[in-house]
């Protein structure tokens, strides 16, 4: 598999799918709904959504797609968790079993308290986009350590809120719910495709939170 030709699968057991193939449809980047180990084939990506943890494990060993995820990252695929997907990579989660522990940050689950806890704000992530990105943060953990082959990207108050290895991405927020590009484009890159390069927050105009029902969902 050569990692730099193929497009970005989004696991589409739960969570934000269709939001994501929207953001990817809007960078041109190709997306895949990934619900079997052979729908990985040829991605030079992976991204896992958010939705609820324990519930998102459960099906990717009722699926078989826990090994079929280590092995194809093995082999080059990039991987980047939003929110529970965070988790799930994650080496450490406090109190908790990690499930495939495959980047070296200790995560909080749900350290934000309950889904009335969530909230939206604004910040900055240089490396990211030159402007402040919006996030929105549904029943949020916090990464409250990371190795040290692990680079912060973004820094909120007493915890980090996205950050990265040489092969994968995490962030504990949904880009996929706000208007910015930024995070997809980033990810989009550090896959090796060729996307637009811009240092804003990538703001599409014709954005809405309604935008990603132009994809049917597939059954």
């Known amino acids: 598999m050569n990692p730099a030709t193929g497009?970005?699968?989004?696991?589409?057991?739960?969570?934000?799918?269709?939001?994501?193939?929207?953001?990817?449809?809007?960078?041109?980047?190709?997306?895949?709904?990934?619900?079997?180990?052979?729908?990985?084939?040829?991605?030079?990506?992976?991204?896992?959504?958010?939705?609820?943890?324990t519930c998102l494990s459960r099906l990717l060993t009722i699926f078989g797609l826990r090994e079929a995820i280590v092995q194809a990252h093995g082999h080059g695929l990039k991987l980047w968790g939003t929110c529970a997907g965070a988790i799930l990579l994650a080496r450490e989660n406090v109190g908790e079993a990690p499930?495939?522990?495959?980047?070296?940050?200790?995560?909080?689950?749900?350290?934000?308290?309950?889904?009335?806890?969530?909230?939206?704000?604004?910040?900055?992530?240089?490396?990211?986009?030159?402007?402040?990105?919006?996030?929105?943060?549904?029943?949020?953990?916090?990464?409250?350590?990371?190795?040290?082959?692990?680079?912060?990207?973004?820094?909120?108050?007493?915890?980090?809120?996205?950050?990265?290895?040489?092969?994968?991405?995490?962030?504990?927020?949904?880009?996929?719910?706000?208007p910015s590009l930024a995070f997809h484009r980033y990810f989009a890159r550090k896959c090796g495709l060729n996307v637009a390069e811009t240092d804003n927050a990538g703001l599409d105009p014709d954005w809405t939170p309604q935008s990603w029902t132009r994809f049917s969902p597939r059954v």
């Open 99 to 178: 499930y495939f522990g495959l980047i070296d940050i200790a995560v909080n689950r749900n350290a934000f308290g309950s889904q009335l806890d969530s909230f939206n704000c604004e910040a900055l992530a240089p490396k990211v986009a030159q402007e402040p990105i919006p996030l929105t943060f549904i029943r949020a953990p916090k990464i409250v350590h990371i190795g040290t082959k692990v680079q912060a990207l973004l820094e909120l108050d007493d915890y980090i809120a996205a950050a990265e290895d040489d092969r994968i991405l995490v962030t504990v927020f949904h880009p996929e719910l706000t």
């Open 7 to 53: 497009g970005i699968g989004v696991l589409d057991l739960q969570g934000g799918v269709q939001e994501h193939l929207d953001h990817l449809h809007r960078i041109g980047v190709a997306g895949q709904p990934v619900k079997r180990a052979a729908e990985l084939a040829g991605l030079a990506g992976l991204i896992i959504p958010g939705g609820e943890s």
